[in-house]
């Protein structure tokens, strides 16, 4: 299994950016799949999930109504868009998969906030 992000970069406060996660070797179709981040200094935290057969989501309190999860019919493409940025979203983001009760990491995409 392998998880490939993209989309990271640097954008100002208030602007945008969508993430990209590619899968190959499993499918966004099975068991829970999402994205999580980390910030210098800090545990990684969860950001936003899918559940993969149901296609329900979640997300953290610090992005509801900012970010939106999304994958394409395929079930192999996951993304994340990002909206009304804050210099507290600058982090390290990855997408995650648990598929089989195995864990699943991509290489992770930094996401640069200014302010």
């Known amino acids: 299994v392998q998880l490939v992000e993209s989309g990271g970069g640097l954008v100002q406060a208030g602007g945008s950016l969508r993430l990209s996660c590619a899968a190959s070797?499993?499918?966004?179709?099975?068991?829970?799949v999402g994205w999580y981040r980390q910030a210098p200094g800090k545990q990684r935290e969860v950001v936003a999930g899918?559940?993969?057969?149901?296609?329900?989501?979640t997300y953290a309190d610090s992005v509801k109504g900012r970010f939106t999860v999304s994958r394409t019919n395929d079930k192999n493409l996951m993304y994340l868009q990002m909206n009304s940025l804050k210099a507290d979203d600058t982090a390290v983001y990855y997408c995650?998969?648990?598929?089989?009760?195995?864990?699943?990491w991509g290489q992770g995409t930094q996401v640069t906030v200014s302010s």
């Open positions: 995650h998969t648990l598929v089989f009760g195995k864990d699943y």
């Open positions: 070797g499993t499918s966004f179709s099975l068991g829970l």
């Open positions: 899918v559940t993969g057969v149901t296609g329900s989501t």
